[in-house]
């Protein structure tokens, strides 16, 4: 049984009141009425309704309405609310609709059907502009994991992570290699929290200079070093209310690591030739592909800073240990450049997919994207082939058989060919099936009787 929607209605004329109550209860509605507006202010502090309609003068106060309608757009603007009223002016209607009134009647009423539609076209819109709103917020949230591509059980295990802690107010602390994504996840636990409509800003910590570094962080008023003819915000003020990354924290200098110590400690942060120090609300990401355990123990990196930086760690893996995930990336990343470049998306030859496979990627995620737009950008046929692919990765194509066109004077070995080429084709299928034997034996045109017989032969393992 579906819930009846409640309706808070408020009148000092007590007919008024049950007239409101019969109609609006004979259309379905839950009807609580209130005889003031102190009495309805007690009534929304302790519930919540899906409309309210007031009276605009109630008892001698000619303004008691509007002054409901002002407190619902300060605590429960998503309330819609009817005001309703004898002394109608346009002055008064363009101040209720001001407020927050999702309408406006004027009494005496037409019929009584004017008062069902009008309160069914207020609830209507509010249901509509909560679902919008959960749609775009579901959306953007969806948008960043979207971007983390990935079945792999390593990567799943991250997914999980962010996941479960993005809602904490925790510091988060993303380890892992150039290029594996750590700016990805910290979007992800921005976009997952409840800080999403906030600002998420980043800054590399290795690539600016110790001296910029900390006005960029904290700002600086004006005349505190040459050049600074004005008062400038910094970043930790930019993000307030939302998140801040500090990508490759291992790189901040030992004294600009006391003063982000102090910010995890307070939540205040002082501009540079400040003297008053300003609160902000941030949470705080950190990323790094540096080992701080060694730092600290080598005294590169204060040892209280990393415990406060590191209460949840997430550490992303390389690709190599993501093979799964290599050709779900890649075709991803296919049709993010195809988009870019304005052109359709391709498809990966088998040879070429195998390279992929194959390849150590020492440059991760960021250089399987690069080496994929070279290809689409470079190739000239339906498909990205071998020939598409930089020379490091060509090294890792399975090698071509040459048929002679005969048969070459000194002979050949027969057995040793077919088995090489059979060798080869099925460490392809392999691959290409996740090391499944029943869609591999599939793809050879063999029983999975035949290839588990291949196998033991050739001494391949299946694993």
């Known amino acids: 049984m579906a819930t009846k929607h409640s309706v808070l209605v408020v009148d000092d004329e007590l007919s008024m009141r049950e007239l409101l109550e019969i109609v609006l209860q004979g259309s379905g509605y839950q009807v609580t009425a209130a005889g003031s507006v102190d009495q309805a202010l007690a009534l929304l502090k302790e519930t919540e309704y899906d409309l309210v309609l007031t009276d605009l003068h109630m008892s001698d106060d000619r303004q008691a309405g509007l002054r409901l309608l002002a407190w619902l757009a300060e605590n429960t603007p998503g309330t819609p609310s009817i005001m309703i009223t004898a002394h109608g002016t346009v002055e008064t209607a363009v101040e209720a609709m001001r407020l927050g009134a999702a309408d406006y009647i004027e009494k005496p009423f037409k019929t009584n059907d004017e008062i069902r539609l009008r309160a069914k076209r207020a609830i209507a819109e509010r249901n509509l502009r909560r679902e919008n709103e959960a749609l775009r917020t579901e959306q953007a949230r969806r948008g960043r994991m979207d971007s983390m591509v990935g079945k792999s059980p390593a990567f799943q295990d991250v997914l999980a992570m962010v996941r479960r802690v993005a809602g904490l107010p925790s510091t988060v602390a993303i380890h892992g290699e150039s290029g594996v994504g750590k700016e990805l996840v910290a979007r992800a636990l921005h976009s ?10 980043a800054i590399n910590c290795g690539g600016i200079p110790e001296t910029l570094l900390e006005s960029e962080l904290f ?5 505190a070093f040459t050049g600074a003819v004005e008062d400038k915000e910094g970043l930790f003020v ?3 209310g939302g998140t801040i990354l500090l990508d490759e924290i291992g790189e901040m200098p030992m004294s600009l690591q006391v003063k982000l110590l102090r910010v995890l400690d307070n939540s205040t942060i002082t501009p540079v030739g400040g003297t008053t120090a300003v609160h902000v609300d941030v949470r705080i990401l950190s990323a790094t592909n540096r080992d701080l355990d060694a ?3 080598g005294g590169g990196f204060r040892k209280d800073l990393y415990y406060r930086l590191s209460v949840i760690p997430i ?3 390389p690709l190599r240990n993501r093979h799964d995930d290599i050709p779900l990336l890649a075709h991803h990343l296919i049709r993010k450049h195809a988009d870019n470049m304005g052109c359709s998306p391709k498809e990966l ?3 070429a997919e195998l390279a992929l496979l194959r390849y150590p990627w020492p440059g991760n995620v960021r250089e399987l994207g690069n080496v994929i737009e070279r290809a689409l950008a470079l190739s000239s046929d339906e498909s990205i082939g071998v020939t598409d ?3 490091a990765i060509r090294d890792y194509a399975p090698e071509s058989i040459h048929i002679e066109d005969n048969l070459p004077q000194t002979g050949i070995d027969l057995e040793a060919l077919v088995a090489k080429i059979e060798v080869d084709y099925i460490r392809q299928a392999l691959e290409r099936a996740r090391y499944s034997q029943l869609k591999a034996a599939s793809l050879l045109g063999m029983t999975p009787r035949s290839l588990r017989y291949r196998l033991q032969k050739y001494g391949l393992n299946a694993d």
């Open 349 to 351: 030859s088998p040879e």
């Open 295 to 297: 730092m600290v123990e």
């Open 192 to 201: 997952l929290s409840s800080r999403t409509d906030k600002p998420f800003v």
């Open 389 to 391: 692919l930089p020379p």
């Open 315 to 317: 550490n992303v893996p």
């Open 238 to 240: 930019v993000a307030n």
């Open 219 to 223: 700002g600086y008023k004006k005349g």
